[in-house]
């Protein structure tokens, strides 16, 4: 099996256009089941075309989006969160009329089931919700609208809703952003103990120390291309990252 061949969710040589900017040039990243890769750059890296590109909302002007090997570039969003694939935000995209933990019913809910069954998957979907809601350090949150909840809550109660209906590939889009140092803390476990389970984790963020502590490789963009890619310490010792991004900074 080839190196590439390993990855669960492959970009393979993206190019993304808006009219004639070169947002993405040539851009090719993949994760493993049970890592966590950080993707980081500098703004107007190309990050978040990048996770459009791979959550489907966007379609590449050139390259192949694979998931398993299998060619997925066309597939819609919801065809790729059907398979397995979700995505946070770095805009909270939360339904604010809800309560968090309706937040985490609404996300299993597409699995259905016949009127027979009905109260059986809604007893194995609370169940669910309460699992991960504990998981994520959010019980005594459940039953409190989301639309009241500060800015560091709000992203772990969006984190939850992501795996609510457990994913095969997790895009984070800056998860610790405006998360206080202990909520971080919280954010790493879950997110490591999704690794253990075999998740692929792609995450973007702009806490550099947050992601050399918990990413086991890191990606870096620069104006829409692969800059370095490899363990933290060699990114971060990387002179062109540190020119680029990183500075002088240890």
């Not at 090719?28 to 890769?37: D, K, L, N, P, Q």
């Not at 998860?175 to 790493?188: D, F, I, N, V």
């Not at 984790?201 to 490789?217: P, T």
């Amino acid at each position: 099996m080839s190196e590439s061949s390993a990855y669960v969710l492959e970009a393979a040589g993206i190019g993304v256009r808006f009219g004639g900017i070169r947002a993405l040039t040539d851009v090719s990243v993949g994760i493993r089941a049970g890592e966590v890769c950080g993707l980081i750059g500098p703004n107007g890296a190309g990050k978040t075309t990048l996770f459009d590109v791979l959550s489907g909302i966007r379609r590449p002007d050139r390259g192949r989006m694979l998931l398993d090997g299998a060619d997925i570039t066309r597939r819609s969003p919801v065809w790729r969160a059907r398979h397995g694939m979700r995505r946070t935000f770095q805009r909270q995209q939360l339904f604010g009329q809800l309560s968090v933990a309706d937040q985490l019913l609404v996300a299993q809910e597409w699995r259905g089931g016949g009127i027979r069954d009905r109260r059986r998957r809604e007893r194995e979907r609370r169940a669910r919700a309460g699992e991960v809601l504990a998981g994520c350090g959010l019980s005594a949150l459940g039953g409190t609208y989301a639309a009241g909840l500060p800015v560091g809550r709000a992203r772990m109660v969006e984190l939850a809703r992501a795996i609510a209906d457990p994913p095969r590939v997790l895009l984070l889009d800056e998860p610790a952003s405006g998360m206080s140092a202990p909520e971080r803390e919280q954010l790493a476990a879950v997110v490591r103990r999704l690794a253990e389970e075999g998740c692929a984790v792609l995450l973007v963020e702009h806490n550099v120390a947050f992601v050399m502590e918990l990413c086991s490789r890191v990606v870096v963009l620069d104006l829409g291309t692969v800059l370095a890619e490899g363990p933290p310490a060699a990114v971060r010792a990387d002179p062109l990252v540190r020119e680029a991004y990183l500075g002088s900074a240890p």
